[in-house]
Nanobody, 126 residues
Framework: QVQLVESGGGSVQAGGSLRLSCAAS????????MGWFRQAPGKEREGVAA????????YYTNSVKGRFTISRDNAKNTLYLQMNSLKPEDTAMYYC???????????????????WGQGTQVTVSS
């Protein structure tokens, strides 16, 4: 299994930027699809972005397209989410996740992922 630890969350004003990181340990992430998910109070967990194991394919939920960028540095065993033009609607706990096997059509579905970080809070004020 892989252990994941998120960092980089915080409180920002609308229009600001944050870069989330997810550091993996125990196993290298090169063979894993990885994703970012978020959950706001009272709402279901939402897939934000995902990236194929080789970095060849990225997936985004419509609400973040053009604003968020997912990337990975396999050499550092780290996943990133660059978040620009943040909106209050982006406020949530953000989780990174990893999975070895995946059906790509479901890359943003949380049930596809086996390993999860503890989450990092992102709060965007208006």
């Amino acid at each position: 299994q892989v252990q994941l630890v998120e960092s980089g969350g915080g409180s920002v004003q609308a229009g600001g930027s944050l870069r989330l990181s997810c550091a993996a340990s125990r196993y290298t992430i090169s063979g894993y699809w990885m994703g970012w998910f978020r959950q706001a109070p009272g709402k279901e967990r939402e897939g934000v972005a995902a990236i194929a194991s080789d970095g060849s394919s990225n997936y985004y939920t419509n609400s973040v397209k053009g604003r968020f960028t997912i990337s990975r540095d396999n050499a550092k065993n780290t996943l990133y989410l660059q978040m620009n033009s943040l909106k209050p609607e982006d406020t949530a706990m953000y989780y990174c996740a990893a999975t070895r096997g995946i059906y790509s059509a479901n890359a943003l579905h949380h049930f596809m992922y086996n390993y999860w970080g503890q989450g990092t809070q992102v709060t965007v004020s208006s």
